[in-house]
């Protein structure tokens, strides 16, 4: 089966300006999530979501950061305005509602 | 809460010979453990899993892990290095709420 897709792979931008990370989980998987990278660490949960439902958003900077998952498939995650600390690895997982998650190669981000 | 930890940063080994990478969690539930591996600009790849079955877990490419409760640790093992190995790797510990909880990783060297 495929894998998780995300695009774009790499992201260069200035500070203040907006960005958008475009997710495609594994077909059937009702479980989306999306993590953070920073350089030399593990990944960070940002959001949950079940289906189109996000159920855990507590660590997304809710005042930069949005997300949405239209029809329970797809999932754009959009930072704005960006700043120097968004600088890291962005990546997206899917999963069948079991412990299982399948990660996308990831969006490195770098804000100038 | 949930934790983990990974006892080495950096681990070099010699082309042909074993591999260890530590380790040790702390759950206040039956936890489920896993261990993925991240080759430089690519995203993780799950590895094994430990799920509450058997104590040995195999895994792809000749790795596998044990899980010792009365040690707390789920240590990664492989008989015989390859250059390939070369990755960062990452030991997993889910809250059984599907949140992944990632240790900080060590970086696995390969000498030829």
């Known amino acids: 089966e495929a894998g998780v897709v995300q695009s774009p792979r790499y992201k260069i931008i200035e500070k203040k300006q907006p960005v958008a990370f475009w997710c495609n989980p594994i077909s059937g998987h009702n479980t989306l999530y999306w993590y953070r990278q920073n350089l030399g660490q593990g990944p960070e949960l940002l959001i949950r979501?079940?289906?189109?439902?996000?159920?855990?958003d507590s660590q997304l900077p809710k005042d930069r950061f949005s997300a949405e998952r239209l029809k329970g498939v797809d999932s754009t995650l959009k930072i704005q305005p960006a700043e120097l600390g968004d600088s890291a690895v962005y990546l997206c997982a899917s999963g069948r509602s079991t412990d299982t998650q399948y990660f996308g190669p990831g969006t490195r981000l770098t804000v100038l | 809460a949930q934790s983990v930890t990974q006892l080495d940063s950096h681990v070099s080994v010699s082309e042909g010979t074993p591999v260890l990478l530590r380790c040790n969690y702390s759950?206040?539930?039956?936890?489920?453990l896993f261990w993925y591996v991240q080759h430089p600009n690519k995203g993780l790849q799950l590895l094994l899993k430990y799920t509450s079955a058997a104590t040995l877990v195999k895994g792809i490419n000749g790795f596998e892990a044990e899980f010792k409760k009365s040690e707390t640790s789920f240590h990664l093992t492989k008989p015989s290095a390859h250059m390939s190995d070369a990755a960062e790797y990452f030991c997993?510990?889910?809250?059984?709420?599907?949140?992944?909880?990632f240790g900080t990783g060590t970086r696995l060297k390969v000498l030829a």
């Open positions: 997993v510990v889910s809250t059984g709420t599907y949140k992944y909880i």
């Open positions: 979501y079940e289906n189109e439902e996000a159920v855990d």
């Open positions: 759950s206040s539930y039956s936890p489920s």
